[in-house]
């Protein structure tokens, strides 16, 4: 096609790669430059010679960190909350999508009603604050995990999930003699993989990175997950996290520059987890969200 | 004929489809139908030790305190317009990006663009505020490598409430760019390819294939995005402000659900932040309908 070869087109194509390229990079460098300053020797940093890489590295700041105690309970805390946030969210999103994917389950528009009003118009914080205190569930670890298993998107879209396999199968399974929970297990998980990924995918983001339920809901330093300890350390008010605190009164030069490889240093190693398991998830990812919006 | 009988029927036949479903419908009821009964304590006189029933009816006397509230209109004004440049700045950008990408014909440069530009989604606010505070930092890479070099001062940016605002944006642009984008890129696979042939062959070139059939051609996507969208205009997102603002900075970051936090959670005021909580559930209850009737009244697509 001779306009292709035009010499506009040929501008634009140049224009657009170069400031994708530019995107990209502004993606990627918060990151690098958090990895460079947490390798980096204080005095370099407070000179402001650390760009993209580390100048005078050393692994100081890692030591401290993984020295510390604070960093593996919250380490601990937030796989548990994350693992078993995520199955406690497919038990209820699957125990809510199986009955409403069945013509014969008639009063499921009631139901349906019922979830949805829920995505409109909510109680605000200080009423499910209340709610959380007035069942007893205050500085719980329960708290973080039971209140966010029930989203109603969820359930739309594993409904939908559900409705595309065919009837006939599991009407032959009643025929057969099986019940519903065995229909479910048998036939619809396996059938329903993809979906399942991507729920789990979600809500284990979601849980991963939980921050507002901890900051409410918990006291007891022994249960933060990860995100609020990370949040006490930046915001320099790191009445739990000693290893901080030792550096925080340092008035001197060097304190100063190490505490911010200390505080970049943690962010890291908070972040590791999900940036080592980003590249094998992200397909998954792209996969669920287009099932989720394309069908939602 | 839908008797009481013939409805005990149908559950003691399909139980097994009852019971399921109570499952999540207690978890729906516990936290989120519980707390909406609690928005009564809005109107009353509450506190922890007399409880619900016990306390005083008052009526609508804290909606009225917070218009009184010295700090209402300031509240009201930063929630919209950060809420307002977040949605703007979401909605635009994430469009204009999937459209480029859209335009790249190497399909391994578009996948690994793609595949950075979501990275970030998947970073917790927290982190994002603690790189965010790092490179905007007086010893951070923008004022010691750019802002120092070409004017000799220190912009502080946490401490001078005129960045926030610029600060909030970039960041969930940066965070929400990629993500925001694929329902956009997933669209545009959708439109027919004849079309854009049909074009080609009436001599379009590519600008006008694009105002002519790519926009149009996501057009009802873009409708439904920003109907979804304009409800959280002024749910501005607490955890966002919560992790970047500091006293310093409360005239342009204090919003109406840190205020909240601030004198619900931290000073025990149940009764008055209950009260602006609700104005705020209303508020973005009603953008959404009215939003919606536009839509409706300009025949385009809409929500219900």
């Known amino acids: 096609m001779n306009y292709k070869l035009s010499k506009s087109y040929m501008a634009f194509q140049i224009f657009n790669y170069t400031l994708l390229i530019i995107t990209s990079f502004i993606m990627l460098y918060p990151i690098i430059y958090s990895v460079a300053i947490s390798l980096s020797d204080p005095l370099e940093i407070l000179k402001g010679n650390v760009t993209i890489i580390p100048k005078g590295v050393n692994i100081e700041a890692y ?15 937030t796989i548990l909350y994350t693992v078993s946030g995520v199955l406690l969210t497919l038990l209820v999103t699957v125990f809510a999508a199986y009955p409403l994917a069945q013509s014969r389950f008639i009063y499921g528009k009631i139901f349906s009603v019922i979830f949805l009003i829920t995505m409109f118009f909510s109680g605000g914080m200080i009423p499910r604050y ?74 284990a983001i979601s849980y991963w990175n939980a921050y507002i339920d901890p900051l409410l809901f918990l006291t007891n330093s022994s249960k933060f997950p990860l995100t609020l300890l990370l949040n006490k350390i930046i915001h320099g008010t790191a009445d739990n996290a000693a290893f901080i605190n030792k550096y925080l009164d340092m008035g001197q030069v060097v304190g100063v520059g190490f505490l911010q490889s200390l505080k970049m240093a943690t962010l890291i190693v908070s972040l590791l987890p999900i940036a080592l398991v980003y590249p094998f998830i992200q397909k998954y990812f792209v996969k669920g969200v287009m099932l989720g919006s394309v069908k939602g | 004929m839908k008797t009481l ?82 949605v703007a700045a979401l909605y635009v950008v994430p469009v204009v990006f999937a459209l480029l990408l859209n335009e790249v014909k190497n399909k391994h440069f578009k996948k690994i663009a793609q595949s950075v530009s979501y990275f970030p989604y998947f970073i917790s606010v927290v982190v994002v505020a603690g790189l965010i505070f790092q490179i905007f930092s007086s010893d951070g890479i923008i004022n010691k490598n750019i802002i120092e070099p070409l004017s000799g001062h220190t912009i502080r940016f946490f401490v001078d409430p005129k960045w926030f605002r610029l600060i909030f944006v970039l960041s969930e642009l940066w965070q929400k760019v990629g993500y925001n984008s694929i329902i956009f890129l997933a669209a545009l696979t959708g ?78 005021e149940f009764s008055y932040t209950t009260a602006v909580g609700f104005f705020n559930s209303v508020l973005s209850f009603l953008l959404v309908i009215i939003a919606n009737a536009l839509c409706k009244k300009f025949e385009t697509e809409r929500l219900w």
């Open chain 2, 191 to 268: 439109i027919d390819l004849e079309l854009y042939e049909a074009a080609i062959i009436d001599g379009a070139n590519r600008w006008k294939q694009v105002l002519h059939i790519t926009i149009p051609g996501i057009y009802p996507t873009m409708m439904v995005v920003l109907l979804l969208n304009v409800g959280r205009i002024v749910r501005v997102s607490f955890e966002k402000v919560m992790v970047l603002y500091n006293p310093s900075i409360y005239e342009t970051a204090d919003v109406l659900s840190t205020y909240i936090y601030r004198r619900g959670i931290l000073g025990f």
């Open chain 2, 5 to 86: 009988s013939n409805v005990w029927l149908n559950i003691k036949k399909y139980y097994m489809l009852y019971l399921m479903i109570s499952v999540a419908l207690l978890f729906c009821i516990l936290f989120h139908y519980l707390p909406m009964f609690g928005l009564l304590i809005a109107f009353k006189k509450y506190d922890l030790i007399t409880g619900l029933k016990g306390t005083k009816w008052v009526g609508l006397k804290y909606f009225i305190d917070f218009f009184k509230d010295p700090y209402c209109f300031r509240l009201i004004r930063n929630t919209f317009l950060l809420g307002f440049l977040n």
């Open chain 1, 130 to 203: 209340l709610v959380i205190d007035k069942l007893g569930l205050m500085d719980s670890r329960l708290s973080v995990i039971l209140p966010n298993a029930f989203q109603v998107f969820y359930i739309l879209i594993m409904r939908t999930s559900f409705k595309s396999i065919p009837s006939s199968l599991s009407e032959s399974a009643f025929i057969d003699g099986a019940n519903d929970m065995q229909i479910l297990v048998k036939i619809m998980f396996p059938l329903t993989k993809s979906m399942l990924a991507a729920i789990s995918l979600f809500s």
């Open chain 1, 63 to 77: 030591k401290v960190v993984f020295a510390s105690p604070e960093i593996f309970v919250a380490y601990l805390n």
